[in-house]
């Protein structure tokens, strides 16, 4: 069975300083995705990574899958309070498109 | 441009009443379709799959039931709530790209069984 462990579960950080959100598990994946989620809505897909070793970013985001394709982490550098929600890796179920969340990573910012 | 509806955003039912929650998909054909439902703060489970009219796969024992009687049009339901039915329903499609499935989720329904 494919499972998505995620830590930590709770961060909560000031404005300014960087943080890593790590995505874990013992299966491999031929891709990964990361989602951010505000409270009371859908997730909002940030980045799909499918290389093993790859690093993406998007602004002051830093995205890397592991060599092996089994984890990935997310990095931010200066967190902002609109940084804040619920970040969700995921990824493909036996290499179909339906999709395995991992179990979630609250971020709160605070100015 | 694509864009996907529910309602309705909230619901307050009681334990043994029905439930029925709509999605729908604009701007795209013969999308597959999901339904998940996300526990406070935390992920998301797959609950029903579908890849096109009355083709629906259940992905777990529940009280839940699902139909897609048109292309862009996914229903969850349930004869009788139960208190554990309680939590966040996402309805999402999505389009595969590059071998890599991408998913676009609509706004939620809230819905708490009293």
């Known amino acids: 069975t494919q499972l998505l462990e995620q830590s930590p579960q709770f961060l909560s950080i000031q404005e300014g300083e960087n943080l890593t959100v790590y995505c874990n598990s013992s299966s491999v994946f031929s891709s990964l995705q990361w989602y951010r989620q505000e409270p009371g809505e859908g997730p909002v897909l940030l980045v799909t990574v499918v290389t093993g070793g790859e690093v993406k970013k998007l602004k002051r985001l830093t995205f890397q899958f592991g060599d092996a394709r089994k984890d990935s982490s997310l990095h931010i550098t200066a967190a902002q309070p609109g940084d804040t929600g619920l970040y969700l ?12 969340f991992g179990t979630g990573t609250r971020l709160q910012v605070f100015p | 441009s694509q864009t996907i509806h529910q309602w309705p955003a909230t619901l307050v ?37 579908s890849v096109g009219i009355g083709q629906i ?18 229903i969850l339901s349930s004869k009788k709530l139960l208190l554990s ?25 809230r819905l708490t069984v009293l």
């Open chain 1, 89 to 100: 890796c995921a990824g493909p179920i036996n290499n179909t498109d339906k999709l395995i």
């Open chain 2, 13 to 49: 039912q009681p334990v043994g009443s029905p439930l029925s929650l709509e999605c729908t998909v604009e701007g795209t054909s013969n999308p597959n379709l999901y339904w998940y439902r996300q526990a406070a703060g935390r992920g998301l489970q797959l609950l029903f799959y």
């Open chain 2, 57 to 74: 796969s259940s992905e777990v024992p529940q009280n839940l039931s699902a139909s897609r009687p048109q292309d862009r049009q996914f």
């Open chain 2, 85 to 109: 039915d309680s939590g966040f329903y996402l309805c999402a499609w999505s389009v595969l790209a590059g071998g890599v499935g991408t998913q676009y989720f609509g706004p939620g329904t």
